[in-house]
């Protein structure tokens, strides 16, 4: 297998985008552990979509798919942003695997209401990262890569939504603390 010379791969490349290069480089850092981590939540949509049981199956089978495909348009939509900004996309299911903040997903799940679980914990954990990318990129003063992340919370959130539906009942609700 042939190996590049660290020189013949820039860790930036130029471009005319008026961001300072010492912001970009530390947004490109920051979205390509977004992206490894929007990486393993896609795998993971997929292991729940594969392997769920139980008489919720069908539905839960499709939302997992849908959840998995709207992910894949948020992992197309980093790694391209960070390409926008003169950075290289470090997408491959091993630096996933290696970055990913993710919890790692239980592979000896079958059951839907685990899975529920699984999934609602995975996307309430992305979703969390993703918020703090908003405000790490609005703090480099990039308001496209803030505008952009703002979008995959309220995917992320949706989804959340869709997914915790499946185990919340009427019983389940909080009472505001009017205090």
Same mark, same amino acid.
């Given at each position: 297998? %042939? *190996?590049?010379?660290?020189?013949? &791969? ?19 850092? $920051?979205?390509? =552990?977004?992206?490894?981590? #929007?990486?393993?939540? =896609?795998?993971?949509?997929? +292991? ?13 089978? +499709? $939302? ?6 709207? &992910? ?11 390409? =926008? $900004? ?8 091993? &630096? ?11 592979? !000896?799940? #079958? ?9 609602? *914990? ?7 990262? &993703? ?5 790490? @990129?609005?703090?480099?003063? !990039?308001?496209?890569? @803030?505008?952009? /992340? ?11 939504? /869709?997914?915790?539906?499946?185990? +919340?009942?009427? =019983?389940? %609700?909080? *009472?505001?603390? $009017?205090?």
């Amino acid at each position: 297998m %042939k *190996t590049l010379n660290s020189k013949e &791969v820039p860790a930036m490349y130029r471009t005319a985008n008026d961001i300072p290069q010492n912001h970009r480089s530390e947004l490109n850092a $920051l979205m390509n =552990q977004r992206l490894a981590s #929007a990486v393993d939540l =896609q795998t993971q949509m997929k +292991q729940a979509h594969w392997n769920v049981k139980g008489p919720n199956f069908i539905g839960l089978h +499709q $939302l997992f798919d849908q959840v998995d495909e709207a &992910v894949e348009s948020y992992v197309d939509l980093i790694a391209e942003r960070i390409v =926008q $900004l003169g950075g290289i996309a470090k997408g491959t299911a091993r &630096v996933a695997a290696a970055r990913s903040h993710l919890p790692e997903y239980p592979l !000896d799940i #079958a059951d839907g209401m685990s899975h529920v679980d699984a999934v609602s *914990t995975a996307l309430s954990t992305f979703g969390e990262s &993703v918020r703090g990318t908003i405000d790490e @990129a609005n703090a480099l003063d !990039d308001a496209g890569t @803030a505008d952009l /992340f703002t979008e995959i919370s309220r995917g992320i959130d949706k989804w959340l939504w /869709f997914v915790e539906a499946h185990s +919340q009942l009427a =019983q389940d %609700k909080t *009472t505001p603390d $009017l205090a």
